[in-house]
């Protein structure tokens, strides 16, 4: 049985509009309100990760996902 990936980058926040590193912070309205949008049209997942970042957690919860937390997809903290 074949394998499918979808990698969904998380909504934009204010530093990632300003195209800066983002820290722990909240997507913007906009962001949320897209990803509604998108909830219906994904395709069915048998399994969903996240990083644990609050960005992709707000993601996540915005496309109807409940995705568990990966440590190993967390931004590099250099």
Known sequence: MPT???LI???AT???RRAAFPRDEPIETAARDA???LRDHLPR???TYAAP???TAETAAALGLAPEMQLLLADINL
């Open 4 to 6: 499918r990936l979808l």
């Open 9 to 11: 980058a998380h909504g």
């Open 14 to 16: 204010e530093a990632t």
């Open 35 to 37: 990803a509604v949008q």
């Open 45 to 47: 997942a048998d399994r």
């Open 53 to 55: 970042e609050r960005r």
